[in-house]
């Protein structure tokens, strides 16, 4: 048994060399191990008769030897081999991954190896990898979805249009009855333009950037407040508006639209049964960031109970007919995506305030 003397102590190789958890070897150029240790014949499952018995090559994965033998090649011709990845076939059957350092020693003929055992790592990876595979494809899956609905939407709204543009209004006597006709035609505008906005804004997102311009918020919320005019006439909502500290801030039209009708139609909808809603959305800088603060009498959240799940897809706190769960989601994708942030300040039956933080 081989010793080396370090101090007053010895140090033995031997026992190192078997108490490693990583795979040691000794290989000659001829192919074959020369010395291995324990926890080679424990990874592989073969004995140490069996493992100095055949070629290095033959419990390597069939796959793998012609990129092994080449490599191989190499250390033979005195160049070493470092952190090369390669599967080996167990007794059993399994396959573990190893990751090899190997350095020759041309004078002897022999070449020196440590393996580590890498098959957790690349098991982590490849159910990382399924992942990210499987949440693209529903990514694109909902891409498309979203990119067809707005897109075929058009047909029968345009059709609507048309009918508009065909209707005599003059023969109506009937005062309200046009004012309806007139308020059922601007809301289809509206929507024909927002389903426009969609489409262009998907497009734009299939390219690297996002249009991003400088919008005016006033102009951007009388629009989508337009839209919603039978609505908010219905409802009898106070929407209390002053943007005096912050007029402009640069983002992208359609989201700034689809964020302030999200915002605005979930306060109508989650509105308190017998309390006026009533909305207040302001601007500020703060720091020397442009905010936006929207807030609404509603019935507010348990923050406890909603923590950070509000934003996601799908999620629902309230137990309304009509509620489906997306236009938290859309609104927060629509502020991150092009850096800003959005936080929630709200208590049950006492309203939400959102405080929306662009990026400059």
Not at 69 to 88: A, C, V, W
Not at 241 to 255: G, L, P, Q, R
Not at 308 to 323: E, N, R, T, W, Y
Request: proline share 2%.
């Amino acid at each position: 048994m081989n010793s080396f003397g370090i101090g007053n102590k010895d140090f033995n190789f031997e026992r190192f060399f078997e108490l490693s958890a990583d795979l040691f070897c000794i290989a000659g150029y001829d192919g074959y191990f020369k010395k291995i240790n324990t926890a080679v014949s424990t990874v592989l499952e073969y004995t140490n008769e069996e493992l100095f018995a055949s070629p290095i090559n033959d419990f390597v994965h069939p796959e793998d030897r012609n990129i092994t033998s080449k490599k191989r090649d190499n250390l033979t011709h005195d160049i070493p081999l470092l952190n090369f990845e390669n599967r080996y076939i167990t007794k059993s059957g399994k396959i573990v991954w190893l990751a090899w350092t190997s350095m020759p020693v041309d004078s002897e003929q022999l070449v020196f190896a440590i393996a580590k055992n890498i098959t957790h790592k690349k098991k982590q990876e490849e159910e990382r990898n399924a992942l990210i595979t499987n949440l693209t494809k529903i990514n694109n899956d909902l891409k498309q979805l979203t990119y067809t609905t707005s897109h075929d939407l058009r047909s029968p709204v345009g059709n609507l249009l048309s009918v508009f543009k065909l209707m005599d209004v003059s023969k109506i006597q009937d005062a309200e009855t046009i004012e309806f006709i007139g308020m059922l035609k601007l809301a289809t505008e509206s929507l024909k333009d927002t389903l426009n906005n969609y489409v262009d804004a998907l497009s734009l997102k299939d390219s690297l950037n996002v249009h991003v311009e400088e919008l005016d918020l006033n102009e951007s919320l009388n629009t989508v407040l337009h839209s919603l005019s039978s609505l908010l006439q219905h409802s009898n909502v106070t929407i209390n508006i002053n943007f005096s500290a912050v007029a402009t801030i640069n983002f992208n039209k359609a989201y700034l639209e689809s964020i302030f009708l999200n915002l605005i139609t979930n306060s109508l909808k989650y509105a308190r049964p017998d309390v006026t809603p009533v909305i207040t959305i302001t601007s500020r800088v703060n720091n020397g960031i442009k905010q936006v603060i929207f807030a609404d009498n509603g019935l507010g959240f348990d923050m406890e109970n909603v923590k950070d799940k509000v934003f996601g897809f799908h999620q629902k706190f309230h137990h309304h007919h009509d509620s489906k769960g997306i236009g938290l989601y859309l609104v927060y994708n629509h502020i991150t995506s092009l850096g800003g942030l959005i936080v929630l300040e709200s208590k049950l039956n006492m309203g939400a305030k959102f405080i929306i933080s662009f990026k400059d």
